[in-house]
């Protein structure tokens, strides 16, 4: 759900799908845990379910904290957005440190993707495991800053414009 007041949008994922999300991620969760218990796969069985708990646990915690929280993923204002839609989300980032806004396709998924103009100022902010993450992740995406179709309420194409539109808005204050 998108809830507009003045020039604040904020976004949240629907009800339904940070249960369905916190669902997916309990099961993974716990897939990865039984094939660390169960050692009848041996050596490879205990080292991809220690990968894929690492991978599944932090995540399946995230949402299980927004599930209860009820969090926004988004707030878009005429300053910038904050970005709280991944375990590696942004934070806060006003709309003159933003050179691209578009929507990718990645693995049977479509990704906002945001580009910053500075991206070692950038990252210098984020904490040092989050830093981390985003050179792991950095070859395989396009953008600095990624949010997931899965937790939004409206299409990756309405985020978008409603994104560039909020920054052409500041742009055109800046400059008048």
Not at 19 to 41: E, F, H, P, Y
């Amino acid at each position: 759900m998108a809830i507009q007041s003045g020039d604040r949008i904020v976004v949240e994922t629907p009800a339904a799908r940070r249960r369905r999300l916190t669902s997916m991620g309990i099961i993974a969760t716990g897939v990865s845990l039984v094939l660390v218990v169960d050692r009848s796969d041996g050596t490879t069985g205990l080292a991809i379910g220690i990968l894929a708990l690492l991978f599944f646990g932090p995540i399946t915690l995230v949402q299980l904290v927004r599930g209860i929280r009820k969090s926004p993923v988004l707030i878009l204002d005429a300053d910038g957005f904050t970005d709280h839609s991944t375990l590696l989300s942004a934070g806060f980032v006003p709309w003159q440190e933003v050179r691209q806004i578009e929507e990718r396709p990645f693995r049977r998924r479509t990704f906002v993707t945001v580009t910053v103009t500075d991206r070692a100022a950038f990252r210098a902010r984020q904490p040092a495991w989050r830093r981390l993450l985003l050179r792991i992740n950095g070859p395989m995406v396009s953008g600095d800053i990624l949010i997931p179709d899965n937790v939004l309420p409206m299409s990756p194409a309405e985020l978008v414009k409603t994104m560039r539109r909020l920054q052409r808005g500041t742009q055109r204050r800046t400059h008048s």
